[in-house]
């Protein structure tokens, strides 16, 4: 009995999936958001804000780690785990256009890891905090970012409360970012999906 449920399961998804590449390939798009990034190693509440002049920050990719850039000292509180090197606090402003085509579609942000004590902001809207500084963080940001128009995503990354791991973790948006697009209805973007069974 177990045996025929997986294998109508299996078959079931084998069928959506064939139906969704017939009737249209673009349900879901996941696009790497790594590129045009601005950062600056410091603190103050104005970066949040939409209309910060950021121009002398520092252009980058990610995934970015501002703590392997040094200076190595034997003061640095992070210790030996993290070879002596300083934490801090980091913000990163990327400012990006969505094409009009996305009016009525879902838009989320993920991050695939910040290390650590993120705090993200899109348009000057406050989308979340997230301590945890190894797992997947993702944001909805339907109806906050607008398509056709100018928009600005600020991250705040504290990884002042050294050490904070036994061993090397870094310091920053160290990891692939993604903007995911979905229709109104669509399978959840973290868990993705799967088949369980129980007797």
């Keep these: 009995m177990k045996e025929i449920f997986i294998i109508l399961c ?10 969704s590449q017939q009737t249209n390939t ?6 790497n958001f790594n590129s045009d990034w601005k950062f600056i190693k410091g603190d103050h509440p104005a970066f949040k804000n939409v209309d910060f002049i950021d121009t002398a920050w520092r252009k980058l990719q ?29 913000w990163y402003r990327k400012t990006f256009t969505l094409p009009d085509s996305l009016k009525s579609k879902k838009v989320f942000i993920q991050f695939d890891g910040i290390y650590m004590n993120s705090d993200v902001w899109i348009n000057g ?32 990354v504290d990884n002042s409360l050294e050490p904070s791991a036994r061993f090397y973790a870094g310091a920053g948006i160290y ?11 669509h399978f959840d973007n973290k868990s993705g999906v799967f088949v369980s069974y129980k007797n």
């Excluded at 299996?10 to 139906?19: D, E």
């Excluded at 780690?65 to 640095?76: A, Y």
């Excluded at 809207?125 to 398509?147: M, N, Q, V």
């Excluded at 100018?150 to 991250?155: D, L, P, Q, S, Y």
């Design 10 to 19: 299996i078959k079931f998804l084998f069928i959506c999936n064939c139906f």
């Design 26 to 31: 673009n349900v879901r798009q996941k696009i």
């Design 62 to 90: 990610l995934p970015h780690d501002w703590m392997i850039e040094g200076p190595f000292d034997k003061s640095n509180p992070s210790e030996a785990s993290s070879a002596f090197l300083p934490g801090g606090i980091g």
């Design 125 to 156: 809207h406050f989308l979340g905090r997230y301590p945890y500084g190894y797992s997947l963080i993702e944001y909805d940001l339907t109806g906050l970012a607008k398509p056709g128009q100018t928009n600005v995503m600020a991250v705040r």
């Design 175 to 185: 990891r692939n970012t993604w903007l995911v697009i979905t229709d109104g209805l």
